[in-house]
Structures are given as structure tokens and as C-alpha cells.
């Protein structure tokens, strides 16, 4: 009997012993896939981050944003590929690289003692901040007591709750107004202040420098909150990935691509204020009007429709660069623009950028060939032109989802396309591009109907 439970006793010690050793070769493990060595042997390194105007987007087909431009930058720096995945909020960022779902943030991350237990933080830190966005004018406000007496609007959660302490720190006095996320969208409240039937609205400083380079009268240096410490994250057990990321933080080139696109992002004006010019003389449009009659036959198109989008891709100046990249007359992205069977040098050639514009446009139609009849068809093209057909396809299928008619655009696909800068619609399932601004493309599309229908008037051949 001693023996036997001897026995029984070895066994057990034995099985514990094997087990302490598979939990000990896991956590090796779990160590050995977190950090930057083994994400090297994989070649590629799966990036958080959130899809909207501050961090990643999609634009015209290209990936796009702030965030995106520096990740992109450091794994190259790696010499490894990029594999974007996007979360719906920043908690959940924290929650997916925990998980092990990513290998870091590239995100402003608030930090926070309690994240410091489980992260490890850039040096590159961001200062956020939440202002007060305003008209430019005579009247705007100063300082935060400005505002008592005036109406100051917020949407639900820390703006709102910012802005009643911040009437309690004043004294009181201040008409405080809820906005509601589900009637509106930030960037439609930014457009209201433009327009001056918002006086007063909070948002957080990269948000309102992004619109400020939409809406250029917007003012947005009125800070009312002390700053809050942001920066990139990576898992605490990843010591070899922050130590790179601090050292690419360091590097000189990589100081000069941050300010290039912070430059490109934040500051450069995204909506250039174009003469309204509509005819250059007797029975001409522009220099270039021969290539317009040329090519437009072949989509079925009026020559002056092509010409009006023309004017308003580049007032038909074939040397223009778009803050996105886009070059030439009908600025083409460069990619699309080879795809499309320009040369490589010849981007800013008219005739080229016309008759790749064509090219594109037919494909175009193809893609929306169930949309009749081709008045109709020629706004979902001419949005697709502006935004990238991928967000069309996403505001039909919301469209469709919400009981709306599909292939009609005003006051269907066209409502869809304004609510896709909301999450609520963005991050909708049916939704494969994510977030976009929606107002520019929707303006785009009557400019340029509006604008051929003067022409069309002009008796123009």
C-alpha cells in the first residue's frame, strides 16, 4: 500500500511538473511572438489604429491619414509590410493590442496610469486638447468668459460633460445646447458654425484643424481644457518594438515626414476657392476644349460635361497637385493614372489626363450600369470621381439597408453618403471604406451639373 501511494505521489509530481513546464514554454512563447523579433521573421506588422480624418481613410482608392502616414513610414523603416486593422474606438484599441491582436497603436492613446500597468508608451508624445470652434469676425470669443451669455453647443459624452463644468468654473451663464449624434455628425456641426447658425461648438483640436482646412473661416484656437498626454502604444512585454519605435521617433527623416503630413492633414486647404469662371471667350471654354470633343464621344457624354469637371478638378491648369496627390488636368491619383495607361512622366499631359479620365469614367459607368437612366447615372459617377467608387458602393448598400431606393442619389444614396462621417454608418457592417466626409462629393457633384448646364446654355460647340 506505501508503495502504491508512493507511486501515486511520483505521478502527480510528475504531472505538475510537466505542467509548469508547458505553462512556462507558453509564456516563453506568448513572450517570443510579442516582440520585434519575431514580428520581423513574419515580415509584416499588423497595426492598430481608428478609421477618421486624424488617423486613416480612404481617398479616391488611396489609403490616406495622419496616422497611416507614419505607420506606413516606420514599417518600411522595418523593412517589413503594413497590415492595417481598424477599431471602433479607443478602448477598444487598447483592448485588440492586449489580445494580441496587433502589434502596436498608432494612435494618439490618452495615457493613463492605469494603461501605464500594461503598456508601454512612445516617447513622441501629442498634447490633446478640446476647443471652442467659432466664425472668424469681429465678435468672437477670447476667453472662456466670452461665452456667458451665448448659446454653446456639444455632442453627448466629454464634450457635453466639459462644457457644463466649464459653465460651473465660469459662474454659470451660458446657454448650453445637447446635439444629437443621430441627427447630425460633427463634421455637419462644423459646416453649421461655417454658415454661423452654430455661434459656439466644442471639439477636440485635431478634429477642428482638419475641418478648418474644409472650412477655412472656422477659428479654433480657443483651448478649454488643460492638455492631455497622447502617444503610440505597444504591449508591455514588447520592449524590442518600442525601443525601434523610439529610435525611428528619433531619426531625423522621420521628423521631416511627420511635418510633411502634418502639413498635408492639418494645414493645407482642402477646398480652394475657384473664380467663377464659366467661359474664356467667344464659343471657348478653356485651351483644351478640342481634347474634351475628342474623347467624350466615347462615354456618351457632352464634351461640356467633361469640361465642367475638368475646370473644377484643376480651373484647367494640367500643372496642378491636389493636397492628396492627385496631378494634372482631371487630377488622376499617379497609380490610376498608370493603371489607366499614362506613362510615367507624362501625368501632367492634357490630352493623357483626358483620355485616362475617359477610360475611367467608362469603367465607371460599367460598375453602375443598373443606375438609369444616364442623367442619373452621370451623379453617382462624378461622386464615385471625387470620393473613390468604394464609398458609393457603401452609401448604396446603406441605402438599401435603411429602405431606400439604391440607384436614386438625391435624397437617397446622397443622404447616405453625408451620414458615412458618422460612426454609427461608418462602421456599419455593409460599409467596407469606412469613414468619409461626405459634404465635399455632394457639392461636387451639383457644381459640376450646375456648371454644364451653363455651359449647355452658352451655346457653346
Known amino acids: ?28 512563447n506568448l513572450q517570443d511572438t510579442t516582440d520585434l523579433e519575431y514580428i520581423q521573421k513574419k515580415g509584416e506588422i499588423v497595426v492598430l489604429t481608428l478609421n477618421s480624418p486624424t488617423s486613416y481613410f480612404e481617398y479616391r482608392g488611396e489609403d490616406m491619414g495622419y496616422q497611416y502616414d507614419l505607420a506606413k513610414d516606420f514599417a518600411r523603416s522595418l523593412h517589413m509590410n503594413l497590415k492595417l486593422k481598424i477599431a471602433k474606438n479607443e478602448d477598444e484599441l487598447v483592448e485588440k493590442l ?27 508624445e501629442h498634447i490633446a486638447y478640446q476647443v471652442v470652434v467659432q466664425k472668424r469676425g469681429k465678435n468672437v470669443a477670447k476667453v472662456v468668459t466670452d461665452l456667458i451669455g451665448k448659446d454653446v453647443y456639444a455632442f453627448p459624452g466629454k464634450y457635453f460633460e466639459r ?34 447658425k452654430i455661434p459656439f461648438l466644442l471639439s477636440d483640436k485635431d478634429y477642428a484643424l482638419v475641418s478648418q ?74 485651351p483644351f476644349d478640342y481634347f474634351f470633343k475628342k474623347y467624350a464621344p466615347e462615354i456618351n457624354w457632352e464634351w461640356t460635361l467633361l469640361a465642367s469637371l475638368a475646370y473644377k478638378e ?10 492628396a496627390g492627385a496631378v494634372g488636368l482631371m487630377q488622376l491619383m499617379p497609380t490610376t493614372a498608370h493603371n489607366l495607361g499614362v506613362p510615367v512622366g ?7 489626363s483626358i483620355k485616362a479620365a475617359v477610360k475611367y469614367i467608362g469603367k465607371l459607368q460599367r460598375m453602375f450600369k443598373e443606375v ?90
Not at 502596436?104 to 500594461?118: D, W
Not at 460651473?168 to 448650453?176: I, R, S, T
Not at 478649454?224 to 512585454?237: E, S
Open 213 to 286: 482646412t474644409y472650412l477655412p473661416s472656422l477659428k479654433t484656437d480657443l483651448v478649454i481644457t488643460f492638455g492631455q498626454r497622447t502617444a503610440w502604444a505597444v504591449r508591455k512585454n514588447s520592449p524590442q518594438l518600442l525601443k525601434a519605435i523610439q529610435e525611428w521617433e528619433s531619426n531625423k527623416a522621420t521628423k521631416e515626414t511627420m511635418k510633411t503630413s502634418l502639413e498635408r492633414y492639418f494645414r493645407l486647404n482642402k477646398e480652394e476657392t475657384m473664380p467663377k469662371i464659366y467661359v474664356t471667350g467667344k464659343g471657348r471654354i478653356s
Open 1 to 28: 500500500m506505501k508503495g502504491f501511494v508512493y507511486t501515486l505521489a511520483i505521478c502527480f509530481a510528475m504531472i505538475a511538473l510537466q505542467c509548469c513546464n508547458q505553462s512556462a514554454k507558453k509564456t516563453e
Open 98 to 124: 492586449l489580445n494580441g491582436e496587433g502589434d502596436l497603436i498608432a494612435y494618439n492613446t490618452t495615457i493613463t496610469n492605469e494603461r501605464k500597468k500594461s503598456l508601454s508608451f512612445s516617447s513622441e
Open 372 to 461: 438609369t437612366p444616364q442623367e442619373e447615372q452621370n451623379k453617382f459617377i462624378l461622386a464615385s470621381y471625387n470620393a473613390g467608387e468604394g464609398h458609393i458602393l457603401d452609401a448604396m448598400a446603406l441605402a438599401e439597408k435603411y429602405g431606400k431606393n439604391k440607384y436614386l442619389w438625391a435624397g437617397n444614396v446622397a443622404e447616405y453618403l453625408l451620414l458615412k462621417s458618422q460612426p454609427e454608418y461608418y462602421q456599419d457592417p455593409v460599409c467596407k471604406r469606412g469613414y468619409f466626409r461626405g459634404q465635399g462629393t455632394y457639392d461636387f457633384v451639383v457644381e459640376i451639373l450646375n456648371r454644364a448646364e451653363l455651359y449647355r446654355r452658352a451655346k457653346i460647340n
Open 163 to 196: 462644457l457644463e463644468n466649464l459653465n460651473k468654473e465660469v459662474g454659470g451663464g451660458m446657454n448650453l445646447h445637447l446635439l444629437s449624434p443621430d441627427s447630425l455628425s460633427m463634421d455637419e456641426a462644423m459646416a453649421l458654425v461655417d454658415k454661423g
Open 346 to 352: 507624362m501625368e501632367k499631359d492634357p490630352e493623357q
Open 314 to 323: 484643376s480651373t484647367f491648369n494640367p500643372d496642378a497637385v491636389s493636397w
